[in-house]
């Protein structure tokens, strides 16, 4: 069980925010769950399992992947700046890059008061292709194929959680 001690940095309360959220989050959804890691934890491995794409290089197009890892990593100016996000597991998506080409992660806008559990469900609806951003892409072929398949998208229109901020 993590403790909060009664006089904590606003960093350290923070963390512990996040962790609690992060729960709630779980506990509210089928498709993410999580390991973590410190304490209060500053590393999540969040665990999706909702339908996105990655890239089949034997058909040379993508298909359906319903396993998918990221890395947030709340450094120390955190909330300041955003989470650190690699990607671990094969992608196929605008924003996101697969981690045979370094794992980035292009969230977009962030402010402070957006939690870890807000962040995690924007980039899982990233992976659904339900969130992308044409203009300012990581994978260009993948932003390419969305143009010219928009119909199909998104992948995924599940939601993810039954949740609330």
Do not use: K
């Not at 925010?17 to 506990?27: K, P």
């Not at 992947?65 to 094969?90: K, N, V």
């Not at 980039?123 to 993948?142: C, H, K, T, W």
């Amino acid at each position: 069980m993590i403790t909060e001690p009664a006089s904590s940095s606003p960093r350290l309360r923070r963390l512990h925010a996040d962790m609690a959220a992060m729960r709630e989050l779980v506990r509210g959804s089928d498709f993410i769950t999580f390991a973590d890691q410190g304490n209060p934890p500053d590393r999540y491995r969040v665990i999706y399992t909702c339908r996105g794409l990655a890239w089949d290089p034997l058909d040379e197009a993508p298909v359906i992947a319903e396993h998918h890892e990221g890395e947030f990593y709340l450094h120390r100016d955190y909330p300041r700046r955003p989470p650190q996000i690699i990607w671990r597991t094969p992608i196929f998506h605008p924003n996101i890059l697969p981690p045979t080409e370094g794992g980035g992660v292009c969230i977009g806008g962030w402010t402070p008061s957006e939690s870890l559990a807000d962040l995690v469900l924007r980039v899982g609806e990233m992976i659904q292709f339900r969130s992308y951003n044409p203009e300012d892409v990581l994978n260009p072929q993948a932003a390419a194929w969305a143009e010219t398949h928009a119909a199909r998208l998104p992948v995924d229109d599940r939601p993810l959680a039954v949740y609330v901020a």
